[in-house]
């Protein structure tokens, strides 16, 4: 299945901040939207980076005063995307090895979505429910 398939359901919307703004404006936004993930962006729309609930995790461990850092002082900059071609098994596979569980879409230098190790995991299993309905039928035909 491609990516594409999940963001037909999910939507293309992204939640997104700057990096001028704190990571409590970021922890509000995350907690207000359901979400582990939030991606960076520049004045243009561009992506420069990615927090997660993680980075802000690692910094409230060191740091009381945290919560008025800049999200730029978190922020993963290497950010990994996906395209809405790439298959759900490739996509995993990199979220696994990366050690990290959200991945931006972009297509033609545009951000036109962002998915989860959870969008991954449920479209697996709808499409494995699938192929095994498709057997059941087979073998109770023949
Ligand atoms: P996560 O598992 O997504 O909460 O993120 C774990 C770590 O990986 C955090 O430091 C994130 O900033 C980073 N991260 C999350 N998604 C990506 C991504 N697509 N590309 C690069 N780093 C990421």
Not at 8 to 28: C, F, L, M, N, Y
Request: without cysteine; aromatic residues 2%.
């Amino acid at each position: 299945m491609q990516i594409s398939t999940i963001l037909a359901t999910k939507g293309s919307t992204v939640v997104t901040v700057t990096p001028d703004q704190t990571i409590r404006e970021a922890v509000v936004l995350l907690v207000d939207k359901h979400i582990g993930a939030a991606v960076v962006i520049d004045g243009a729309g561009h992506p420069v980076g990615i927090i997660s609930e993680r980075d802000i995790m690692r910094l409230l461990a060191q740091n009381d005063h945290a919560l008025s850092e800049p999200v730029s002082r978190v922020m993963t900059r290497n950010v990994t995307i996906a395209r809405p071609g790439d298959d759900t098994r490739v996509v995993s596979k990199t979220m696994t090895v990366g050690r990290f569980r959200h991945l931006p879409v972009m297509d033609h230098g545009e951000l036109v979505g962002i998915i989860s190790i959870g969008d991954v995991v449920k479209a697996q299993l709808d499409e494995y429910e699938g192929e095994i309905e498709t057997l059941q039928t087979r073998v109770e035909k023949g």
